[in-house]
């Protein structure tokens, strides 16, 4: 039997994850209480809308990672909207994006190992890459 690959490692945990209601609400409140500035950039946030959004770009991520166009093309576009003449999302606030999903994911994820959370960074690390180019 084949080894799962990190897409498929990460997306199997996303669906752990985001099948239970608590997951995303959790991930949010490690996010915003990291920092006044994040909080900040939330402040008219329609989080019903942005929860939703948030689950459908962890599942863009894995495969714009994978290379499928168009799922790098939407995830330009919100490149675009994130960079410093939209929102103006700096680069050095993907990192505590980052680190809040992954340590949010490993305690919803009853099935989580390091080979999981190397998935998760690997895959969103990639993303975040993207994000921050096009800042």
């Known amino acids: 039997m084949d080894e799962p690959t990190p897409k498929e490692l990460f997306l199997q945990s996303v669906s752990r994850c985001v099948g239970i209601e608590a997951f995303i609400p959790s991930f949010?409140?490690?996010?915003?209480?990291?920092?006044?500035e994040i909080r900040a950039k939330f402040r008219f946030t329609d989080f019903e809308k942005q929860n939703k959004m948030l689950a459908r770009s962890l599942e863009l991520c894995a495969c714009a990672t994978a290379g499928e166009a168009e799922s790098l093309a939407e995830i330009n576009e919100r490149a675009t909207t994130h960079n410093r003449d939209?929102?103006?999302?700096?680069?050095?606030?993907?990192?505590?994006?980052?680190?809040?999903?992954?340590?949010?994911?490993?305690e919803f994820d009853d099935e989580w190992t390091d080979a999981i959370e190397a998935a998760w960074r690997r895959i969103l690390g990639h993303v975040v890459q993207r994000m921050v180019r096009k800042y």
């Open 86 to 106: 939209h929102m103006n999302i700096e680069p050095r606030l993907y990192d505590t994006w980052l680190d809040s999903i992954v340590e949010t994911a490993s």
């Open 28 to 36: 949010y409140d490690r996010f915003l209480a990291s920092s006044e």
